[in-house]
């Protein structure tokens, strides 16, 4: 009998290799990469010596360089994402760590702890720390693409009017970002609330006040992540704006000097 | 600065008083509702440290166990005002506890042995969250007002409709009987029509979004559930959701319909965006060199986008997976038994949006020769 999972990767695989071509292929295979990157990290976490703030960062890099440089190539377009990328990564990181040392969300809820009684919940690792890495990872795909949907219009902007300033340039790259803001968080939006829908059901079935929902732990967490992602795909706009404002008009007065 | 001042209006004014009030008594309220809560609630005043053990479980993991002496004040109820003593035990990983701290706010359960004259005793069940949360969510809303202004504000606003929705259509689900895909199918409906209406207005551009995104979702559930059909569900392990008392399947595919949803109606209106602004710019331009395009900023957004699914979805379960490999789980057990829903649902949600670049083309292109005619 053939696997779900297998048949709908072989289906994926044939569309997008039909509509993408090359690049559809390559998109195709970034998702294997990311998912041995995943796979790598959760490895490493396992180790109670390492600092999974540490990991995450190093891990968010080379998810980056796979979605930016493998499947777009290695330009500048791409490397101000790349930067960029790892900027907004660093910053947010810490306030993410922060929010869920403050709010208590690591680890299990309630709600999940009962099937887990046969397992021995004292493990060594920093559950706080591997709360932070999951928001931040849950929100990377959308970051890069985030990056690489500013940088990439940017330098058409700049190809068209090659003398055009810095500040005007930021300001294009934040005009682009707005208009994409409200969908991109949209999107990761109803990703969440489709993983979670389960659970949300399961409070309404049994019957939870708003007060329970709001205090815990699962939908803290739900709704954390929500607002961390909302706050990173706000953050990465004026950056790579920044950025590649930076790098194209450097580039420019370089190229003059000579 | 100056210039920034002149180009405020009376409205800006306005929208700034009204979400400053918003802010501050939306804060002033989570910091004093303890009146709300039918369950107590204590503020922790004191802690001190009453002894630690080293601990090392059957697959010599090493941990630490702290256990806490606690003194909190009850904050509602008939006891408010008195003092509580509380025992907390932590453990340095803190997978299922906390370690906590003065002035933290927890919901407590008395001991049922606790005499009249003795100090009142308990336990904690959990953190007040609350106040938080609404911190955060002003964090959230700020950023993305400073950020996108305008569009930020829509944002805001439509995450806010579609929260609300989507508590609606749970409750009736809920409360009624009726089939939870025929309930998600008329709610993606609405999510649909709301959010790109509320972002884009009334005009082509949208009609020609909306309809590529419900034939592409629709389409995509189809594909998904005859895949499943195929196999006989074969590797799909519905372990993780078996607390509901609900036909799995259903809400399985309820969730992945909703999941892939935000992913479409963005790649739907990518793609319609692009085609309106080459028509607008040249009216006469070809129908083939319309689709060349098309394809050429598909190919673009497809990697990117089936790569925000999978990391939202996937991520997840980090902490799970921790915990079965900690517990020298088999790996290949571990990965089937935590990952195999999260999976289909990204790989459903790639199709999805795959799908949805020539649907939304071929609807563009619909549309766009509709415009022509008139």
């Known amino acids: 009998m053939m696997n779900v999972l297998f048949l709908l990767a072989v289906l994926l695989f044939l569309l997008m290799v039909l509509i993408g071509g090359k690049k559809g292929a390559r998109s195709f295979i970034s998702l294997f990469l990311n998912f041995g990157v995943v796979l790598f990290t959760v490895f490493i976490m396992t180790d109670p010596n390492g600092n999974p703030i540490i990991i995450t960062i190093f891990a968010c890099t080379a998810i980056s360089s796979i979605n930016l440089f493998y499947i777009n190539k290695v330009n500048s377009k791409t490397v101000t994402a790349f930067i960029s990328t790892v900027v907004t990564i660093t910053i947010l990181i810490f306030f993410i760590y922060i929010v869920t040392k403050k709010t208590m969300i690591q680890g299990f809820g309630e709600e999940e702890i009962d099937e887990l009684n046969v397992f021995s919940l004292y493990l060594g690792v920093d559950f706080v720390k591997i709360g932070a890495a999951v928001i931040i990872m849950s929100t990377i795909g959308a970051i890069t693409d985030v990056a690489i949907s500013i940088t990439s219009p940017m330098r058409e902007i700049f190809r068209h009017h090659p003398s055009i300033s810095r500040k005007e340039l930021f300001t294009s790259g934040l005009t682009i970002g707005k208009d994409i803001l409200g969908s991109n968080t949209n999107t990761l939006f109803f990703a969440f609330i489709g993983g979670y829908l389960a659970l949300l059901i399961w409070f309404k079935d049994l019957s939870y006040t708003f007060g329970q929902i709001v205090n815990s732990k699962i939908f803290s967490a739900e709704m954390i992540t929500i607002f961390s992602a909302g706050i990173g795909i706000a953050l990465i706009i004026p950056i790579s704006s920044w950025i590649n404002a930076y790098y194209l008009v450097k580039r420019r007065e370089k190229s003059e000097g000579n | ?374």
């Open chain 2, 1 to 374: 600065m100056n210039r920034m001042i002149k180009n405020l209006t009376y409205k800006h004014i306005i929208l700034f008083i009204i979400f400053a009030f918003c802010f501050i008594t939306s804060v002033i309220f989570v910091y004093h509702n303890y009146a709300f809560y039918e369950r107590p609630i204590a503020k922790i005043t004191q802690t001190s440290m009453e002894e630690v053990t080293d601990i090392t479980d059957s697959y010599d993991n090493e941990d630490q166990l702290f256990t806490q002496r606690i003194v909190a004040e009850i904050k509602n109820g008939d006891k408010k005002g008195q003092l509580i003593h509380l025992t907390n035990e932590y453990s340095a990983s803190g997978a299922y506890d906390y370690p906590y701290q003065v002035g933290n706010e927890v919901f407590i359960v008395f001991d049922k042995n606790s005499k009249e004259n003795t100090n009142l005793t308990g336990s904690i069940t959990d953190l007040k969250r609350d106040k938080y949360l609404v911190i955060i969510g002003w964090i959230f809303i700020f950023t993305l007002l400073i950020v996108g202004k305008k569009q930020g504000l829509f944002a805001s606003i439509s995450l806010a409709v579609n929260i609300i929705l989507l508590s609606y259509t749970l409750d009736i689900y809920v409360n009624t009987n009726i089939n939870l895909l025929w309930l998600c199918g008329i709610t993606v409906i609405l999510f649909t029509v709301l959010s790109l209406l509320l972002v884009n207005g009334f005009n082509g551009k949208t009609y020609a979004a909306i309809v590529a995104t419900l034939l592409g979702t629709f389409i995509a559930l189809l594909i998904t559930y005859l895949a499943m059909w195929v196999t006989d569900e074969n590797g799909l392990h519905y372990e993780e959701m078996q607390f509901l008392t609900r036909p799995y399947q259903l809400v399985f595919l309820a969730g992945l319909f909703i999941g892939s949803l935000g992913a479409v109606m963005d790649v739907a209106i990518s793609i319609s965006s692009a085609m309106f602004e080459l028509y607008q710019k040249n009216k006469n331009i070809s129908v083939k060199a319309l689709k060349k395009s098309g394809f050429d900023i598909g190919k673009d957004i497809m990697g990117t986008m089936t790569n925000i699914l999978f990391f939202a979805y996937i991520s997840g379960s980090i902490p799970m997976l921790i915990l079965y490999l900690k517990n020298y789980s088999p790996l290949g057990f571990t990965l089937s038994i935590n990952l195999s829903l999260e999976l289909a649902r990204a790989l459903a949600g790639g199709i999805g949006i795959v799908i949805t670049i020539p649907i939304g083309l071929y609807t563009s292109i619909f549309f766009v020769n509709r415009m022509r005619e008139k």
